[in-house]
């Protein structure tokens, strides 16, 4: 009799928890499933594990989406890989290259900030082009070269040093000035 009771204890339990587990899990006559867990879902897999969508794979968390590798994480795409940001995107890292076979963009509607606390170099392989709509600068310590969009150019510098393999054509539309304590030719 003890023993009725409690196999009619575990076959209770039993109906309790699949009764629960029906309530969560549901299944359409399409192929459909759908699980809702309000208290959350956790999967552990001693191996590999595997999801696999024939049409969308959708991850959407109401706060934080936290992923964790301990080696190398791959992202691919037949198309198009875009990560999007309402406020910020960051990447810290101790090395980071980008790199296109055809092309790479980088465009901002407002600023865009390239920072090197050590050496930068840029090399291109045919043209380089910098276009400013209304001043572009560049300078190092008390040497600076501006160029402004009604053209004006200003060079400075202590020592300035113009030298040429060929010749130096100077051409103006109005006057040339040369001003010095000594102005030297040949």
């Not at 196999?7 to 969560?24: C, D, G, P, Y």
């Not at 299944?27 to 024939?54: N, R, V």
């Not at 963009?105 to 392989?125: E, R, W, Y």
């Not at 040497?143 to 054509?169: E, Q, Y």
Request: hydrophobic share 45%; aromatic share 0%.
């Amino acid at each position: 009799m003890a023993d009725n009771d409690a196999l009619e204890r575990r076959i209770a339990k039993l109906e309790s928890q699949l009764a629960a587990l029906t309530a969560l899990i549901s299944a359409t006559p399409s192929g459909s499933l759908a699980i809702s867990a309000p208290g959350g879902i956790a999967i552990t897999a001693g191996g590999a594990l595997s999801l696999t969508a024939g049409g969308a794979l959708s991850l959407v968390a109401g706060s934080h989406l936290n992923a964790t590798v301990g080696s190398a994480v791959t992202v691919s795409a037949g198309t198009r890989i875009r990560v999007m940001s309402g406020q910020e995107i960051a990447l810290d890292t101790r090395q980071c290259s980008l790199s296109a076979s055809v092309a790479l963009s980088l465009s901002s509607d407002q600023a865009l900030t390239i920072q090197s606390s050590k050496d930068m170099a840029i090399t291109t392989g045919k043209t380089l082009a910098i276009t400013a709509a209304d001043s572009a600068a560049i300078a190092t310590g008390g040497a600076s070269l501006a160029m402004k969009k009604d053209g004006t150019v200003d060079l400075r510098g202590r020592d300035v040093s113009i030298i040429a393999s060929g010749k130096i054509n100077a051409k103006a539309s109005s006057d040339v000035v040369i001003r010095g304590s000594k102005i030297q030719q040949n």
